[in-house]
C-alpha cells in the first residue's frame, strides 16, 4: 500500500514542482574586441552585462560569448587597459544569438 502512494504522490509532486517554476526564454551573445585604430583583435579585454551580471574576456582573437542570457534588451561594457570603455545595447531573441562588436579607442 505505501508503495502505491508514492508512485502516485510523486508524479503530482513533480508535476506542481514544474508548473511552479516558469521556464525563462534565454539566448546567447556573441562577438569580438577590436582596436578601433589598426582593426586587430584585443586580446583578454573584459565584456560585463549586468543582468545576469556576468563578466567575460576576449579569447586570443579577441571573440567572446556570453550563454544563458536572459531574453530581452541588455547593456553590454567592454574594458581594456589602456582603451576607453565602450557601452552597447544588444537586444537577445528567445533561442537566438544575438551578435556586437566592440571597437575600443585608446585612452586620451
Do not use: W
Request: aromatic share 4%; net charge positive.
Amino acid at each position: 500500500m505505501r508503495c502505491s502512494f508514492v508512485r502516485l504522490l510523486l508524479p503530482a509532486l513533480l508535476l506542481g514542482t514544474l508548473s511552479s517554476t516558469p521556464l525563462r526564454a534565454q539566448g546567447a551573445i556573441t562577438g569580438q574586441v577590436i582596436d578601433d585604430a589598426s582593426g586587430l583583435a584585443i586580446t583578454g579585454a573584459t565584456i560585463r552585462i549586468e543582468s545576469p551580471s556576468r563578466e567575460v574576456v576576449s579569447d586570443r582573437t579577441g571573440r567572446f560569448t556570453i550563454a544563458n542570457v536572459p531574453a530581452g534588451t541588455h547593456a553590454l561594457v567592454s574594458r581594456y587597459i589602456g582603451f576607453a570603455p565602450v557601452t552597447q545595447t544588444v537586444t537577445v531573441a528567445s533561442g537566438a544569438t544575438a551578435g556586437v562588436t566592440f571597437r575600443l579607442k585608446a585612452a586620451p
